[in-house]
């Protein structure tokens, strides 16, 4: 099983979630295996404003451990990457960051700036 967890920079409570990668997709948004569709499928919510397409950067994480274990980025995510607000070395759109990693042990944040982008309307 591999484990992700997810740290939100807006003071909600810390989620710890325990998966099975191959039991991917768990939901219907974003590339099967992605920290969005994990998150999604385990009840925690992300913003996705383009439904998990690669189309926007709302649902921008910086993943603090286990980064070197994901899938590579695609050209388009790091194109958008490169306009999400707040970015890091270690950022990525969670719908396109697959989750691949049968044993990993994950920690994300969710950054507070991309919260306040979406429900300020400018996402
Ligand atoms: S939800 Fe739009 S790029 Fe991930």
């Not at 396109?96 to 969710?110: K, M, N, P, T």
Request: aromatic residues 4%; glycine residues 10%; negative net charge.
């Amino acid at each position: 099983m591999a484990k992700i967890r997810v740290i939100f920079e807006n003071g909600d409570p810390e989620r710890v979630i325990e998966f099975d990668p191959a039991a991917a997709p768990f939901q219907h948004d974003g590339q099967p295996g992605s920290i969005l569709d994990v998150l999604l499928g385990h009840g925690v919510h992300l913003e996705h404003a383009c439904g998990g397409n690669c189309a926007c950067t709302t649902c921008h994480v910086i993943v603090k451990q286990g980064y070197e274990k994901l899938a590579e980025a695609s050209e388009q995510e790091e194109d958008l990457l490169d306009r999400a607000p707040g970015l890091t070395p270690r950022s990525r759109l969670g719908c396109q960051a697959v989750l691949q990693d049968a044993d990993a042990e994950y920690v994300i944040v969710v950054p507070r700036f991309t919260i306040n982008q979406v429900s300020e309307g400018r996402g």
